[in-house]
């Protein structure tokens, strides 16, 4: 079996800008594309008592969470050997640990350009990974243009 090209998403224009890239890649490499969401984990949301009881739980989550990967696959065009997966837990680790259990070429993901309080309070999943990975990462800038030098 190829090793695949992993591309995280979370469905955003964001992370859909890797795309283009996991295409060419995938075309060069003759590599299948393994697209995957990760869900975050139920504990996260079981403190907040606040909330109505009327929520989904994490299986109709879960659910919703595949039939958008499938559609999202198939919307991008990503190929007969493209595949998806939702994992649940917390994003970076899932992704890495995916990428090391599939023996993968490399990880192919967006970032969403947050600065400042922003980058501080809700991290980076996309430094993380690179920081991490055993494998090559392929760093898509979220946005196109010029960067200002200060």
């Not at 065009?77 to 680790?93: N, Q």
């Not at 192919?108 to 309080?117: D, Q, V």
């Given at each position: 079996m190829t090793e695949p090209i992993i591309v995280p998403t979370d469905f955003s224009e964001h992370s859909a800008r890797a795309l283009s890239?996991?295409?060419r890649m995938s075309a060069l490499l003759d590599a299948p594309i393994h697209c995957i969401y990760v869900m975050?984990?139920?504990s996260v949301y079981s403190g907040m008592e606040f909330i109505p009881a009327a929520y989904p739980s994490m299986e109709e989550i879960r659910e919703g969470a595949e039939q958008e990967l499938v559609k999202f696959i198939a919307e991008h065009?990503?190929?007969?050997?493209?595949?998806?997966?939702?994992?649940?837990?917390?994003?970076?680790?899932?992704?890495?640990?995916?990428?090391r259990t599939n023996n993968a070429a490399m990880i192919?993901?967006?970032?969403?350009?947050?600065?400042?309080?922003k980058h501080v309070l809700l991290g980076s999943t996309t430094e993380a990974v690179v920081r991490k990975a055993t494998c090559p990462v392929l760093s898509v800038p979220a946005r196109d243009g010029e960067f200002e030098m200060p």
């Open positions: 890239w996991a295409r975050s984990e139920a065009d990503l190929g007969a050997k493209a595949t998806g997966e939702v994992l649940t837990g917390s994003p970076f680790v899932e992704i890495i640990r995916y990428a192919i993901m967006s970032t969403h350009g947050y600065g400042g309080l």
